[in-house]
């Protein structure tokens, strides 16, 4: 074995000597020529491939954020969906409350006058026009002025009237109290129906929500007078800092709803813009991530198979130097 692997005329060196040089050579010499060739296309093998590994695991990276995307859009248009329709609970359930808040309001109002009515039947506010209590004066006074009554009866008449006199005082002492209960009553009566029905309440702000989720245009105040002109020669203040424009809603401007239409597809995306690039984007770093995993598994086979070779080579030299040594 050992004459075969020095012998330049050996079956296993067929071929010239390589590099122009005409002396033949031993199959070791050959081994390691060819060694060191192998090693120099491995290690550009390995930096391709490497750098094709780099590029799909960055493409994967990328294509992972907008899978993530698309998925919170997609679980926020559903969210909203879901909202929506506390939204149009809660709206019919504010038209019941408005319609009997505003009918509490008018019947409280009129309890209100009828028991202030009431106490005012009991005082004089003008002469002529005498209230409950001096009449009941009066009707002592004309009671002691009885000429064919005997006083007995004068007495037993006046201590009626007292007793109805002293349940009057009693109404009468009463008045601030109930009146304040009432006026108190209705008070909540109006702010209830404010807090809830009027411009600003909460029917108000619930009904844009429902337009901004439901992609309509929100009944704003759209009247402008020209004092409220905006200075565009002038765009910032007297510190230097920008302004914000007439508009802050262009400045700032709101997501739009509904993000994803009813008959969107994954090949066929349909919604607001921002939802249909970032689809979009996706399908393209999908298709994308495929192509250079391809081109990765292609250069990695290539890579792989060079360094096949490389340790075949390695372990042929390292037999037969050991066989040399024997």
């Known amino acids: 074995m050992k004459s075969l692997l ?18 033949p050579k031993t199959c ?9 060739t192998v090693c120099d296309r491995y290690t550009e093998e390995a930096a391709t491939t490497q750098k094709d590994k780099e590029a799909y695991e960055n493409s994967l990276g990328w294509e992972a954020k907008l899978t993530n995307w698309c998925n919170l859009i997609e679980e926020t248009d559903e969210k909203v969906k879901a909202i929506l329709v506390e939204i149009n609970f809660l709206l019919a359930q504010i038209e019941t409350v408005c319609v009997e808040a505003k ?41 002691k002025c009885l000429k064919d009554v005997k006083d ?5 008449i006046i201590a009626c009237i007292d007793k109805y006199e002293e349940k009057i005082k009693k109404i009468c002492d009463c008045q601030e109290d109930v009146l304040s209960k009432l006026l108190e009553t209705l008070k909540c009566a109006t702010l209830l129906w404010a807090y809830i029905c009027s411009d600003m309440g909460l029917e108000d702000k619930l009904e844009s929500m429902r337009n901004t989720f439901s992609g309509k245009e929100d009944k704003g105040d759209d009247s402008k007078g020209e004092e409220d002109d905006c200075d565009s020669d002038d765009d910032s203040d007297d510190n230097g800092e920008p302004k914000y424009p007439c508009d802050d809603k262009e400045a700032k401007p709101l997501p739009k709803f509904p993000i994803k239409a ?11 813009d921002y939802y249909v690039n970032v689809k979009k984007d996706l399908k393209t770093a999908q298709d994308k991530t495929k192509s250079l995993k391809d081109a990765w598994i292609k ?19 390292a037999a037969a130097e050991a066989l040399e040594k024997k």
Request: a negative charge.
């Open 6 to 23: 020095k012998n330049p005329k050996s079956k296993c060196c067929e071929g010239d000597g390589g590099n122009g040089d005409s002396k």
């Open 28 to 36: 070791l010499e050959e081994w390691d020529q060819e060694l060191k």
């Open 103 to 143: 009918c509490t309001y008018k019947v409280w109002e009129k309890l209100t006058c009828l028991v202030k009515t009431i106490f005012d039947s009991l005082y004089t506010y003008e002469k002529g026009n005498e209230g409950l209590k001096d009449k009941v004066l009066h009707l002592k006074e004309l009671v």
């Open 152 to 156: 007995e009866d004068k007495d037993k």
């Open 262 to 272: 009813d008959n969107s597809t994954d090949s066929d995306p349909k919604g607001n």
């Open 299 to 317: 250069s990695k086979e290539k890579s792989d198979e060079t360094l096949s070779r490389k340790n075949s080579l390695k372990d042929a030299i």
